[in-house]
């Protein structure tokens, strides 16, 4: 067991249940930073403290835990629906979790009298059915696009009920009149022949063509025989369609089989898992998934997290699913709570030899070209860039690369205006959009460490609260004094581990914590020249907005100080002119031409302005 707990969590570790249940793992601001499931929780918390963990990211995680929250369940299946439902909820800093997943599109089904079908990224709880997510939306809209015009649906959204339809309430619209809507709105279909229509549309988003087909078929035919061969004609279009559409999805397996082929490809914390849904044999889905901190963890981990956070919210779940590894002791509890979602049995299978095999096989391609996709997507840098990169770590002697790097500076001159800056480098690079300019509000002016001190805890209490990642490198403009001035705001907030380093302008040199001699690095090396340029861009801009706001307070004195000029006429000269250099630059009869502003004021103002010339 590790030492130095403290008698608080030492006491939680002694207490810890033997069942089966949910770990919640907090730090010192009381924020949740990892959430897991346990067969038994005893062993598995306790094993978080034994000496000798391998890997950096698991050591880093136990630094921070400062309580233990765990909550009981009767099961392993319950225990792994909770964390499931929690992780996806908290998204903990330190679990696997899927990349901007509220991002992602569903086709929603109404729970209505007569049900609209439509797009939408956002799920209600009101008894609607959802079917997704799609990564791909142009083929999602291309499916609804098919949809709409194989079945007619309303596209409306009027409150249609047995009252409002009895009433003549509404009237059809164009899309009754070509066919495109079979008219609910008037009675022209009863909730019982357009609900079966919805049912044929829920089983065709499935790829369940097939019992769709032998439907409207035998439907076709008690029509024609019935001699109402209109209706008739109109299910022969549609099942033309239909089968149209069923024919150009590529088949896989002759035996019309379902089943979801899940395959994950990791590298250097970045992930991508793929899922092609199978259904009667051919592919009617294929879709592509990021998960982010997935450092240091293997392919069963990050799978096993997408299949918990993936089969979550979704519907359709086959009886096969085909997994790339497999699961060892939760590989049951994961089988058992995915029958439950599909309220059937199913067979999660790690196929070694076969067709299924080569069908897994053909899935972990995609998810390794998709991965080399987002890495591509993520390199805005040459190679010289990235080399930086890689030697300011070596150089520094950091656990990762400094990818994210934000750097400070002070900008104030006798103490006037004084204004801090945040640059931030992303691979190498200035990422303008993440700059941040701040007012120093401290009255301490000009003390340098205070104003650093300041800005420094005001970046990152904001970084907290909203819960996004710290960057992972600071840079300080400046020498020790600025370094801990820094270092102790980043304590404040618990912040002890996160690297920083300070650039003197005197010679370049770079000061680490807990070291008095600044460290070691060669003049000529490409790190070295990364934190020049970090520094000298936050230097940049800090001293422009320093210069703004001294030239825009210089400009509205003059202002200020003219007989007769109050707020509101400056204000209708500043909102007529938008600056203060263009009233200098305004002749008599332009100034005059604002509202508010007579003759004689505008005289006055200009005189004010350039002098009796």
Request: net charge positive; proline share 4%; with cysteine.
């Amino acid at each position: 067991m590790l030492k130095s707990l403290s008698k608080n969590l030492q006491e939680k570790l002694d207490n810890l249940s033997r069942k089966p249940g949910v770990y919640i793992y907090k730090d010192k601001r009381d924020d949740i930073i990892y959430i897991g499931k346990a067969k038994v929780l005893r062993n598995r918390v306790r094993s978080y403290f034994q000496d000798g963990h391998v890997d950096a990211k698991t050591r880093h995680l136990v630094s921070r835990i400062h309580d233990i929250e765990t909550i009981i369940t009767d099961t392993e299946v319950e225990a792994l629906i909770l964390e499931a439902n929690l992780v996806k909820e908290h998204k903990p800093r330190y679990n696997i979790n899927l990349k901007d997943d509220k991002s992602f599109p569903y086709i929603r089904v109404t729970n209505e009298p007569f049900p609209r079908i439509f797009p939408t990224r956002k799920i209600v709880k009101d008894g609607s059915r959802y079917f997704g997510p799609y990564t791909n939306v142009i083929r999602m809209k291309a499916l609804l696009t098919t949809i709409k015009k194989i079945f007619p649906i309303r596209s409306c959204n009027l409150p249609l009920n047995d009252k409002t339809i009895s009433v003549k309430k509404f009237k059809v619209c164009l899309n009754y009149h070509i066919h495109r809507c079979n008219g609910p709105c008037e009675g022209f279909v009863s909730r019982e022949e357009y609900n079966r229509t919805i049912s044929y549309i829920i089983d065709f988003i499935k790829g369940n063509t097939r019992q769709v087909e032998r439907d409207i078929r035998e439907r076709m035919l008690d029509l024609s025989e019935k001699l109402r061969f209109e209706e008739a004609a109109r299910l022969r279009d549609q099942l033309h369609s239909i089968t149209m559409f069923s024919e150009r999805q590529k088949v896989l397996d002759n035996q019309f089989g379902d089943r979801d082929i899940i395959a994950t490809a990791s590298d250097d914390g970045d992930a991508c898992c793929v899922v092609f849904r199978v259904r009667e044999g051919k592919i009617v889905s294929k879709d592509h998934f990021y998960l982010e901190n997935a450092h240091g963890e293997n392919i069963a981990a990050i799978t096993q997290v997408f299949l918990q956070q993936f089969y979550l919210k979704v519907e359709d779940v086959p009886p096969e699913i085909l997994v790339p590894c497999h699961f060892g002791q939760d590989h049951n509890s994961l089988q058992k709570w995915l029958e439950q979602k599909g309220n059937k049995r199913l067979d999660l299978i790690f196929p070694r030899r076969g067709e299924k095999a080569r069908l897994l096989e053909m899935c972990t391609r995609n998810a390794t070209h998709h991965l080399e996709e987002l890495k591509l997507k993520k390199m805005q840098s040459k190679e010289y860039i990235a080399g930086s990169v890689k030697a300011l770590q070596k150089a520094l002697q950091l656990e990762k690369p400094p990818r994210r790097i934000e750097g400070f500076d002070i900008s104030n001159i006798q103490g006037t205006n004084p204004v801090a800056s945040m640059v931030c480098f992303m691979n190498g690079r200035p990422a303008k959009g993440e700059y941040r300019r701040f007012k120093i509000r401290s009255k301490q002016s000009p003390d340098d460490f205070a104003m650093m001190h300041e800005v420094v805890k005001r970046r990152y209490t904001r970084l907290l609260k909203e819960r996004k990642n710290m960057p992972d490198l600071i840079l300080i403009d400046g020498g020790k004094g600025q370094l801990n001035a820094a270092l102790a705001a980043l304590g404040e907030l618990g912040l002890d581990s996160q690297p920083i380093v300070a650039l003197a302008k005197r010679l370049d040199q770079v000061f680490k914590p807990g070291y008095s001699d600044p460290q070691n690095v060669p003049h000529d090396s490409a790190g070295l020249k990364l934190l020049q340029r970090v520094r000298d861009e936050s230097h940049r801009f800090a001293v422009t907005y320093h210069r703004s706001l001294r030239k825009k307070r210089t400009l509205t004195s003059e202002l200020k100080n003219i007989p007769g000029i109050g707020e509101k006429r400056k204000t209708a000269l500043l909102k007529h002119f938008r600056s203060v250099e263009n009233i200098k630059a305004a002749s008599v009869e332009d100034l005059a031409g604002v509202d508010s502003i007579t003759p004689k004021q505008a005289r006055l103002i200009y005189t004010h302005l350039h002098g009796d010339n």
